[in-house]
Nanobody, 130 residues
Framework: QVQLVESGGGLVQAGGSLRLSCAAS????????MGWFRQAPGKEREFVAA????????NYADSVKGRFTISRDNAKNLVYLQMNSLKAEDTALYYC???????????????????????WGLGTQVTVSS
C-alpha cells in the first residue's frame, strides 16, 4: 500500500509560480498512475492533471492547460505539478492520488476521475492572491 505526502503549497501572488511535489512510499512507484486533484471551499474535488506509469502520457483539465505541467521521477518516487501563471481561481487544497495499474496495457494510461484512484495524500494548500 502506497503512502502519499504532498508539499510545496503556499501563498503566491497572481501570475506567480509554485511547484508541488508528491512523495510516494510503501509501494513500487512505477506501478502507479498518478494524478493531481484540487478542492476549493464549498466545491467538489476536481481533476487537475494526470500522468501514466510510463510518464509519457499526460492529461490536463481545460482550466489549467498551458499553465500547469505534471511530471514524475520514478527513480525518486516523486510526482510534480509545476504551476505557472497562477490565478485566484487556482486557490484550493491540492491532492496527489495514485492508482495501482499492473497490466501491460495500462502502462501508458492515465485516469481523470477521482473514483479511479486507490490512494490519496492529505493535501497541500495553494492560495493565490489577486
Amino acid at each position: 500500500q502506497v503512502q502519499l505526502v504532498e508539499s510545496g503549497g503556499g501563498l503566491v501572488q497572481a501570475g506567480g509560480s509554485l511547484r508541488l511535489s508528491c512523495a510516494a512510499s510503501g509501494g513500487t512507484f512505477g506501478l502507479y498512475a498518478m494524478g493531481w486533484f484540487r478542492q476549493a471551499p464549498g466545491k467538489e474535488r476536481e481533476f487537475v492533471a494526470a500522468i501514466s506509469r510510463s510518464g509519457t502520457n499526460t492529461n490536463y483539465a481545460d482550466s489549467v492547460k498551458g499553465r500547469f505541467t505534471i511530471s514524475r521521477d520514478n527513480a525518486k518516487n516523486l510526482v510534480y505539478l509545476q504551476m505557472n501563471s497562477l490565478k485566484a481561481e487556482d486557490t484550493a487544497l491540492y491532492y496527489c492520488a495514485a492508482r495501482l495499474t499492473i497490466s501491460a496495457s495500462s502502462y501508458t494510461s492515465y485516469y481523470t476521475g477521482p473514483s479511479e484512484y486507490n490512494y490519496w495524500g492529505l493535501g497541500t494548500q495553494v492560495t493565490v492572491s489577486s
